[in-house]
């Protein structure tokens, strides 16, 4: 096997394997806040029925 295409297909990996990282820590940030975003609004709606009662 050519060294230098092993060696392109290792470093390959070895960027996606870092984006995969990162793209799942960003993931993990934006459900955390979709999730506050949703308690969030709940709060509001509970709110605006006390005040319209």
Do not use: C, F, Y
Not at 18 to 44: F, S
């Amino acid at each position: 096997m050519d060294p230098e295409l092993l060696e392109r297909i290792t470093a390959r990996r070895a960027e996606l394997n870092q984006l995969e990282e990162r793209l799942a820590k960003q993931l993990t940030e934006v459900r955390a806040e979709r999730d506050e975003l949703a308690v969030a609004e709940g709060v509001l709606e509970r709110v605006s029925e006390q005040i319209a009662h």
